[in-house]
C-alpha cells in the first residue's frame, strides 16, 4: 500500500489515514472517513475545558486532604519514569499534597531509571514504599507470561497495579493518583468515557489475566500474594478512588521531559526500538516488550512514539511510517537476557508470539 502519505511499513494491513496506528492495535476502530479512535480522542483534547477540569482536580484533592487528616493524602505509584516524576511535582509543588510514593520494583531496573527513582524521591522530599520480588519468580513469571499473554512483562503490567492498592487498603489511604490517561492511546477510552477505575482495572489496560491463571509450570498460589488485585467488596470497603492527572491536567510527554530534566535533573537514555529516549527509560527489558509486540502485531514501540508526533504536528505521518520502519523490527540486545533468565530458545519466542496473532494480525503471515 503507498499512498500520498508514504509507504506504509505492511501493505497487507488497513492504517489510520491520519496517524501511523494499524488494524492490528487491539480495540482500534476507524470511522467512515477511516480516521481511527485514538486521533479522534486527540481531537477531543483538544476542545476540553483544562481549566474546568483543573478546578475539578483541585477540589478532589482537598476532599482527600481533609479525609486524610494525619495520614498520607494519597498513594503516587512511581517507577522513576517521565510521568510518575511529574505526578510529584504537580501534587508536592503545586497542590502541596503529602503523598506515599510506592514502587513495584520489575528487578530489570536500567542504572539511569535507578537514579531517576532515587533523585525524585530526594528531590521532592517524600516517604516511599518499595516492593521488589525474587529474582527466581520473576524468571518464571516471565517465561510464563510469553504464553499466558504473548509478551514478558505480565509480573510488571500486574504488580505496578495491584500492589500499590494493597499499601492503600493497608495503610488507609484512600486516594491514588496515577498519571497519563488511558485516553491518551484512545483506543480502550477517550476523554468523554473513561475507563471506569474498579478491581479490573489494570485487567482490562494491560494484565489481561489474574494471578490464578499465572499458577503452575514451578509458580505457587503463595508466590503470588503481591500480585493480587483487591476484590470490589474489598476496595468499596476501603474507600478506595483512582484517578489519572492526565484526565485534569493537558498531558504533553515533550514538554514534561524538558521541564523535569531542568527541574531536577532527570535523564534519557538509549532505548532500544524507538528514536526516542525517554518512554520506559528506566526498564533494561522495554525493548523486548516491544519487538514481541511487533513480532505479533506489526507495530513496536516507534510506531507508538511516531503517531503520537503526528498527531502532534511534529512529524508528517509519511515521516512517521518511515521511522516505524526503521526502528520496529530491530532485534533488542536485551533478548538474551530474557532467553537467558527464562531458558527459551529465541525461535521458541518468536514462534510462540507469531501462533498468538489473532484476527487482522493474521494477515502478517
Known amino acids: 500500500m503507498s499512498s500520498e502519505n508514504g509507504d506504509v511499513p505492511f501493505p497487507q494491513l488497513r492504517y489510520c489515514v491520519r496517524c501511523c496506528l494499524p488494524e492490528t492495535v487491539e480495540g482500534i476502530r476507524f470511522d467512515e472517513r477511516g ?21 475539578a482536580l483541585r477540589g478532589k484533592l482537598e476532599h482527600y486532604k481533609q479525609l486524610a487528616g494525619d495520614n498520607y493524602h494519597c498513594i503516587v505509584p512511581i517507577s522513576g519514569g517521565k510521568d510518575s516524576c511529574f505526578q510529584l511535582y504537580v501534587l508536592t509543588r503545586i497542590y502541596g499534597i503529602r503523598p506515599l510514593a510506592v514502587t513495584f520494583s520489575h528487578t530489570w531496573y536500567s542504572e539511569t531509571g535507578r537514579y531517576n527513582l532515587q533523585n525524585a524521591l530526594e528531590k521532592f522530599d517524600v516517604d516511599h514504599i518499595m516492593y521488589t520480588p525474587k529474582r527466581s519468580l520473576v524468571n518464571r513469571l516471565a517465561r510464563k507470561s510469553l504464553y499466558a499473554i504473548g509478551d514478558a512483562c505480565w509480573h510488571c503490567h500486574t504488580g505496578v ?3 500499590p492498592l494493597q499499601i492503600a487498603r493497608r495503610f488507609g489511604i484512600r486516594l491514588l493518583v496515577w498519571g497519563e490517561s488511558a485516553a491518551e492511546n484512545g483506543t480502550k477510552a477517550d476523554y468523554q468515557n473513561p475507563v471506569k477505575f474498579d478491581e479490573n482495572y489494570f485487567l482490562r489496560i494491560s494484565s489481561k489475566v489474574g494471578t490464578d491463571a ?24 476501603a474507600g478506595i478512588e483512582g484517578i489519572h492527572l492526565g484526565d485534569y491536567v ?5 514538554r514534561f521531559v524538558e521541564f523535569l530534566k531542568k527541574e531536577i535533573d532527570w535523564r534519557e537514555d538509549h532505548v532500544e526500538g524507538t528514536y526516542k529516549g525517554y518512554k520506559s527509560v528506566e526498564c533494561r527489558m522495554a525493548g523486548v516488550h516491544d519487538y514481541m509486540k511487533f513480532m505479533k502485531r506489526g507495530f513496536g514501540r516507534a510506531t507508538d512514539h511516531a503517531t503520537r508526533d503526528v498527531r502532534a504536528g511534529i512529524l508528517t505521518q509519511a515521516e512517521g511510517f518511515d521511522l516505524a520502519r526503521r526502528h520496529d523490527a530491530e532485534r533488542p540486545g536485551a533478548m538474551d537476557m530474557y532467553t537467558e533468565l527464562t531458558g527459551l530458545d529465541e525461535s521458541e519466542v518468536i514462534r510462540e508470539l507469531k501462533a498468538q496473532r489473532k484476527g487482522a494480525a493474521r494477515k502478517l503471515g
Open 161 to 163: 497495579g495491584a500492589f
Open 250 to 254: 493537558f498531558w504533553d510527554d515533550e
Open 35 to 55: 480516521i481511527c479512535t485514538g486521533c479522534n480522542s486527540s481531537e477531543q483534547k483538544m476542545k476540553i475545558d483544562w481549566a474546568e477540569r483543573e478546578k
Open 214 to 237: 499465572m499458577v503452575g509450570d514451578g509458580i505457587e498460589a503463595g508466590e503470588l500474594r503481591m500480585f493480587r488485585y483487591p476484590t470490589s467488596d474489598e476496595m468499596r470497603e
